[in-house]
C-alpha cells in the first residue's frame, strides 16, 4: 500500500469516528429532548415526535467536520481553526493530533491561556505526564489560583508517581479550594504512592 493510499484510509477511518460520535451524540440528544417533549405533553416516553425534524443529517456533520479539518490545515495561521480541529480531534480521543493543533495554536498566541490549559488537559488524558506538568505550571504562571489547573497538575504528578510534587499540588489546591471534590481521592492516592516506595 503506497504512502498516499495509507493516508486516505487513516483520514477514512477517522472522518467514520467523528460521524459516529456525532451521529451517535445527535441521536441521544433527540432521544432525549422527545421524551422530554413527550413528557411535558402527558404522552408516554415512546410517543413518535410531534412536529418537525430538528436533528442534523449526518451528511451535514461530516461536511462541516471534513470542512474544519481542512481549514485547520489550509489555514495554519488561523487560532481558531487550530483550535476547533484539535477539539474535534480531542472528541474522538485522538490525543496526539489534538496536541499537534494545540501546539500549532499555542504559536500563533502563546498567551492564551485557555490554549495553554488545554495543552495540560490533553497530555494528561494522553498519559504524557511530563508534558502535561510543563503546561500545567505554565499555566500556574500565568492565574496561581485555578482550581481546574491545580487539580490536573496535582493528578498529572500523581500519574507521573512524584510524591513530592504531588504532595506540593495538593496542599495548593487544598489553600485554593478547601471543599475540594477530588480532595480526598488525591490525598489517598498520594498516601498509596508514599507507601509503596
Do not use: C
Not at 61 to 73: D, H, I, P, Y
Not at 86 to 99: P, V
Not at 139 to 153: I, N, R
Amino acid at each position: 500500500m503506497s504512502r498516499e493510499n495509507l493516508l486516505f484510509a487513516i483520514i477514512g477511518i477517522l472522518f467514520g469516528f467523528i460521524v459516529g460520535f456525532m451521529f451517535a451524540s445527535s441521536m441521544s440528544q433527540k432521544q432525549a429532548s422527545q421524551q422530554q417533549a413527550a413528557a411535558s405533553q402527558g404522552m408516554p416516553a415512546d410517543h413518535p415526535p410531534v412536529g418537525g425534524q430538528n436533528a442534523q443529517n449526518p451528511q451535514a456533520m461530516f461536511a462541516q467536520v471534513q470542512a474544519a479539518l481542512e481549514k485547520a490545515r489550509n489555514e495554519p495561521q488561523n487560532f481558531d481553526a487550530q483550535v476547533q480541529a484539535a477539539d474535534l480531534y480531542y472528541q474522538i480521543q485522538r490525543f496526539d493530533q489534538a496536541i499537534e493543533y494545540l501546539l500549532k495554536a499555542n504559536q500563533l498566541k502563546p498567551t492564551d491561556y485557555r490554549t495553554v490549559v488545554l495543552l495540560g488537559m490533553v497530555n494528561l488524558d494522553a498519559e504524557h505526564y511530563d508534558q502535561a506538568e510543563k503546561w500545567y505550571r505554565a499555566a500556574m504562571k500565568m492565574k496561581s489560583d485555578d482550581v481546574t489547573v491545580l487539580a490536573g497538575l496535582a493528578a498529572t504528578t500523581l500519574g507521573k508517581g512524584d510524591a513530592k510534587a504531588a504532595a506540593d499540588a495538593i496542599a495548593q489546591l487544598e489553600k485554593v479550594d478547601p471543599n475540594s471534590e477530588d480532595l480526598p481521592q488525591f490525598r489517598t492516592k498520594l498516601a498509596s504512592l508514599k507507601a509503596g516506595k
